[in-house]
Structures are given as C-alpha cells and as structure tokens.
C-alpha cells in the first residue's frame, strides 16, 4: 500500500473536513491519521465510507472502536476510530450502515463547539504571548532597555530587511488563520442556536481564502530565499591592504605595521546589499591596534535621523547617550565619540568603528581620516 499525504482543512471546518475525507475514500485514499496541516492516507480500493469528526477534549476508546459514550443514545452503527488530533476525533462508517447523531441534543452541539471556540482564542493569543515573554526574556537576560531594543530591530531592518517582513508575515498569517476561524465557529455556534441542522456536504471554501493563503505560502518562500541569500553574501573575505573604501584601514591613521592572523574572522570583510542600504563589516588587527568597523549606507535617506540613536543605544560599550560627545568636523554630517567608539555621518553613508585606545590619537584625527575616503560610489572596493 502507497502512503500518501495531502493538506487538509483547518480544524473549524468540521464539515468540509468530514466531505474531504469521504472523498478521498471513493478515490482509493483512505485515512490513518491527521497531522497538524496535513493527514495520511493509504492506497486502497475505493469505498463509499462516510467520516464523521466528534469535538471533545478525549474520546475514550479501545484503539479500534469508539465507546457508545462518544455517541448520542439509541444509535446503531459499527463506526472505526481512525485518528484524533487536538479536539478533533475521526471516525469512520462503512457505507450503507447507520450513521449515529454525534450529539444528543443542540445543546450539546454548542457545548462541544463552545470548547473548540475556546482553543482558538488562546491559539489567537498564542503569537501575542509568545512575542511578550520572547521581549520579557531579552529585556532580563539581555540587560537592554526598550529603546536599546527598538535600536537593535531598527538594524535588523538596516541590515537584513527580508528576516523582519518573514517574521511579521508568519505572526500575521498565523493570527489572522486563529481570527478567521473563530469567527468561523461563532457563526456555526449561532446557526445551531437558530435550528439550522449542521450541514456535512458544505460547499467549498471562498475561492478569496485559497487565494490569500497562496500569496502568502509565495511570500514565504520568496522572503526565505532572500535570507539564504543574505546569509550567504554576508561570507567574509580577505580584507585588501589599501583602497578598502568605505571602509577606512588602521593604514589610513598611520599605523603601517603587519597585520595579524590570529584569528580566522580577523582582517575580513563582509558585504552585503538589501533595499534599504549597503552594509560593510570590517575587522582589523595589527601589532600595535585593531580596528572593527560597520559601514552602513543608507537607500532611503528618511532613515538617516533615527539611524544615529539607534547605533548610539547599540553601542557595546555604553548605553548612556550623555556619554557621546559630538564634534564639528568639515566635510561630516555629524561625528560623535564616546572614547574607542566613534559614530560619523556623510549624507546617508554612517560608519561605526570601534578602535583600540591610543594616547596619541584623537577623535578628531579619527573623523578627519574618514572624511578622506571617496564620497564617488564608483570607487568604493565590493568583494566578491
């Protein structure tokens, strides 16, 4: 027998579910057992089996047979369990057998549709709380302050845009998929009330729903493949030895002796290109200092004024933002220093640089060697 698996309905559509698996069944598919997107059939001869999919927290049963308690009374069938998932236990009956009222009365109905209304909302609650304690967590363990984490997903949108729009679609996609159905089961919750009988043939789902879900699953797939690609520019080479624009050289402040090796990721550089700017990660050491340096050149200049408190708040070695001290420099939009860490600004190009303490440099001679880097994107080194 050939195992086979295909998607099924979610689990607020009860009666689509039920026509599905009946379906499958007169192709020769017959059901073994229901994942969390897609159940598992077996090849077989086609039957005319009818499935029926009772709501209740557990369904006792033996592991072939349901027990009669699953069932309304005085109902003769010789139904099979096949399979539960969650709330939802499936049953299977031959054809041509009586096929029993799963609930006794309406009431009962609303009440086995009132727990799996009850699921959904905490599952519509679930990316909430799951976002709350993810922040909760990195605020404690991380020591960051809300603005120091707002700085860090502004740069995550800096450097890797595609990796927030995945993460913000799968949240959306998610909730919307836990919306969607409660107002599903509320609406079925209101025609029981109404004595309209539970339809077990319903009529497929609106085209527009397939459709969403379509363009999303594209979505997805275009948007990881942008992170793999992300990934893997972001591989390192060997850092040149002069004309490294826009990065600036330990060589561009003076310091002229031979580099060091020890260490694999020391003397690289990594770049990278999204739509909303260039990045440039460099990293430098020689004998007597060590330089590592973040290039970031912006797309869009809007997010220029906010990108300096962000690369201020991210800072490594202070948090305050009093400890930056701004320098006028010619030819620099703004310069700040907070002692080995310098921030400067040329349009919409930025530079972070971590440099090794000297005594006999200062920040003004760091900013002076930067503004001597060519401002014509032409001339600037990409590594390939």
Not at 104 to 119: C, D, E, G, N
Not at 214 to 219: E, T, W
Not at 234 to 248: I, M, Y
Not at 281 to 309: C, N, Y
């Amino acid at each position: 027998m050939k195992t086979i698996y295909r998607l099924h309905f979610p689990d607020d559509a009860i009666g689509q579910n039920e026509a599905f698996y009946s379906s499958c069944a007169a192709q020769g598919l017959h059901l073994v057992k229901r994942g969390v997107y897609f159940s598992r059939f077996v090849s077989g001869p086609p039957r005319k089996d009818l499935y029926r999919i009772l709501i209740a927290p557990s369904c006792p049963n033996d592991g072939s047979q349901p027990a009669n308690s699953c069932f309304a009374p005085g109902e003769e069938a010789n139904p099979n369990y096949i399979s539960s998932h969650g709330l939802l236990h499936i049953f299977r009956f031959p054809a041509h057998s009586a096929i029993p009222v799963l609930y006794a009365s309406p009431q009962q109905q609303v009440a086995a549709f009132r727990i799996l209304q009850k699921h959904t909302l905490w599952q519509c609650l679930g990316p909430f709380l799951s976002l709350a304690i993810y922040i909760g967590l990195t605020l404690m363990f991380q020591h960051l302050s809300v603005t120091a984490l707002w700085a860090q997903i502004l740069l995550v949108w800096v450097e890797a845009p595609a990796l927030l729009f995945l993460l913000a679609l799968l949240f959306f996609w998610l909730l919307g998929n836990h919306l969607r159905a409660l107002v599903s089961i509320s609406q079925q919750i209101h025609r029981i009330k109404q004595g309209v009988p539970f339809d077990h043939q319903p009529p497929q789902r609106f085209p527009v729903e397939r459709i969403i879900h379509g363009l999303c699953l594209i979505a997805v797939v275009l948007l990881s493949a942008s992170c793999v690609s992300y990934v893997l520019q972001s591989q390192p080479v060997a850092l040149p030895q002069k004309n490294a624009s826009p990065c600036l050289l330990l060589a561009d402040l003076g310091d002229l002796s031979a580099r060091q090796d020890t260490l694999s990721d020391i003397n690289t550089l990594t770049h990278t290109s999204s739509f909303v700017a260039e990045v440039w990660q460099g990293r430098e050491e020689t004998k007597e200092q060590w330089l590592f340096q973040t290039v970031i050149d912006l797309h869009h200049p809007s997010l220029a004024p906010h990108l300096t408190d962000a690369l201020k708040a991210n800072s490594i070695f202070s948090k305050n933002a009093s400890s930056w001290k701004s320098y006028p420099v010619p030819g620099l939009t703004e310069a700040w220093c907070n002692g080995i860490e310098y921030i400067a600004r040329r349009g919409n190009c930025y530079w972070v640089l971590t440099l090794s303490p000297d005594t006999h440099r200062s920040p003004q001679d760091v900013f002076a060697a930067l503004t001597t880097l060519p401002e014509d994107r032409r001339l600037w080194y990409e590594p390939m």
